[in-house]
């Protein structure tokens, strides 16, 4: 567990500097940011599984900075467009992670993408708001799942 914390707190930290761009005074609220997080895993008691790989988490990060990146200018560019460009949709979801913690890191994680919120899960349904429905790739959802299924152990029997 120990081993764990100092991974998601290297990770928590990497990400808040990364956001700020290391600007000092946002260590004002990001150490207590980090440190709810990092008891937030605690308290869920994640925990990394028994291979832990650094290719799975660079392949992860790679994987999530990139959508982060691209389905940012596309809310941008629609936001500065004269006439809004949206369809918001409800979307259901079927989970395929069994772990409550996994599927509570995948709901944050959908959330932290822009254009997307889990809004609500009942089972292994979660329901997405979408900002725009066309644009809105469903393959993308299955491979942020497949990447944290991949971390936290909860993808055995996958193909």
Not at 12 to 20: E, K, P, S
Not at 28 to 50: F, H, S, Y
Request: proline share 4%; with cysteine.
């Amino acid at each position: 567990m120990v081993w764990t914390l100092a991974v998601a707190t290297a990770i928590c930290t990497a990400i808040w500097y990364g956001l700020t761009e290391g600007e000092p005074t946002s260590w004002l609220v990001g150490v207590p940011a980090v440190a709810a997080a990092v008891l937030t895993l605690a308290w869920l008691d994640v925990r990394l599984p028994q291979a832990f790989q650094i290719r799975a988490w660079a392949n992860f990060a790679w994987f999530f900075l990139s959508q982060s990146v691209v389905s940012g200018f596309d809310v941008a560019w629609r936001v500065v467009q004269p006439r809004l460009k949206i369809d918001p949709a409800l979307m259901s979801y079927r989970s395929r992670l069994r772990e409550p913690a996994s599927r509570a890191w995948f709901m944050t994680l959908i959330t932290m993408l822009p254009g997307t919120l889990s809004v609500a899960v009942e089972n292994d349904r979660i329901e997405v708001h979408l900002l725009h429905r066309a644009s809105f790739d469903i393959a993308d959802l299955e491979r942020l799942e497949v990447h944290v299924g991949r971390l936290t152990g909860d993808a055995e029997g996958w193909a």
